[in-house]
């Protein structure tokens, strides 16, 4: 199986966004993900949220792919005899966004399988990469012509997603190239994205994106990818609030990354299959509506289109993703950057994205459905 409002330039004007950017990214695709209602339909229906979506004219939706929920007895102590993957669901997202013309770019991601980790729990403890490859081909054969753009594992430089942290940059270069081969004797036309880092160094719980690609890089071969993908939050200031230059990329000092990215291309450690440096996909970003870190909606509402019309302004940005639309399920680990309610009525922030990328599309600054 496989008319919205434009914004006036006064709402412009009172946002703090240019009306038109002296440099900006023409062509730069509008992001969303919420793989609760785009997938299993916890809150709000596909349908809905796929309309929803075109008022912010996406036109792509990043869907991560989890190992332990397509494989068949992801709790199981040893690996079983016989694995079967079912990507139902995925197919059913796929066909649907289809009709809209949005297409779907794939994070081959986690938690791992209980008898896939080092420890025979859930999650990406010393991960095996034998297993890893398995998985991969399964996806990848199954979206083969389908999907063009796939990416290799969700924020590798974050405990929870791929631990040790000391051992995570070495193995995420082995899950990565091994992912890539893979991709490219299946769909050779299909784009890989590395990446997919957490913006922020935490001691025992994360490594600074820099210092994670350093390691990564370190002692290998020349690494090729289509594109970097990062998720540059920042939780407590906006968007274009100095930042430090540092090991960290958040949004307002995204130019860590880029400098960073063009160094390794000097050195040929790391470039785009024509040996030039990566450009950025910013694959979830946004702003929490509860919980520790809230922002009013009123400061959500601002920050958001400041933070896409950067993103837009910004030559090596092709991609600027929203993280969420409805509030994810309560028994998650709740990361709630929703922009609507649970029962899908717009809310401030959503409001001002949707006037952003209307005028934008209407100038023909950003992709279109």
């Known amino acids: ?25 023409k062509g730069m695709e509008i992001g969303l993900q919420d793989d609760p209602s785009f997938v299993t339909q916890y809150h ?3 349908k809905q949220a796929l309309k929803l979506a075109l008022k912010l004219h996406v036109t792509r939706l990043r869907v991560n792919i989890p190992w332990v929920s397509v494989v068949n007895h992801p709790h199981s102590y040893s690996r079983p005899r016989h694995r079967h993957y079912d990507f139902t669901s995925y197919d059913i997202l796929y066909n649907r966004a289809r009709k809209k013309h949005i297409k779907l770019q794939l994070c081959v991601s986690g ?39 796939y990416s290799i594992w969700n924020e590798p430089n974050y405990v929870a997603w791929l631990s040790p942290l000391s051992e995570a940059p070495q193995l995420y270069r082995k899950m990565y190239v091994s992912a890539y081969h893979i991709i490219r004797s299946v769909d050779r036309r299909a784009k890989i ?31 090729v990818a289509d594109g970097y993908a990062h998720h540059p939050y920042d939780y407590h200031h906006p ?33 785009n299959p024509q040996g030039k440096p990566l ?8 702003y929490m509506a509860s919980g520790k870190y809230r922002k009013s909606d009123n400061a959500r509402a601002k920050f958001l289109p400041k933070a896409f019309q950067m993103a837009l302004d910004n030559p090596r940005v092709r991609e600027m993703t ?48």
């Open 193 to 223: 994205l590395i990446g997919e880092t957490a913006p922020y160094g935490q001691s025992g719980r994360s490594t600074s994106p820099l210092r994670f690609l350093r390691a990564m890089v370190r002692g290998g071969g020349h690494l």
């Open 44 to 46: 709000l229906k596909r």
């Open 239 to 271: 968007p274009d609030w100095p930042g430090p230059r540092n090991d960290n990329a958040a949004l307002n000092n995204i130019s860590n990354l880029t400098r960073q990215l063009d160094k390794l291309a000097r050195k040929k450690q790391l470039t």
């Open 111 to 149: 938690f791992a399988p209980a008898w896939a980790t080092g420890d025979h729990q859930v999650g990406g403890y010393k991960l095996k990469v034998s297993y890893f490859k398995e998985f991969v081909r399964a996806v990848v054969r199954h979206f083969k012509h389908h999907v063009d753009r």
């Open 279 to 286: 450009d950025l996909y910013l694959t979830e970003y946004g």
């Open 322 to 369: 929203e993280y969420l639309l409805a509030p994810p399920p309560p028994q998650s680990y709740y990361f709630d950057t929703s922009i609507v309610t649970s029962h899908g009525k717009l809310r401030k922030p959503f409001k001002t994205l949707a006037a952003w990328t209307s005028r934008q599309a209407k100038h023909g600054r950003i992709a279109v459905p």
């Open 1 to 25: 199986m496989l008319g919205a409002v434009l914004v006036p330039a006064l709402i412009a004007a009172l946002l703090g966004v240019s009306p038109h950017p002296a440099h900006a990214a």
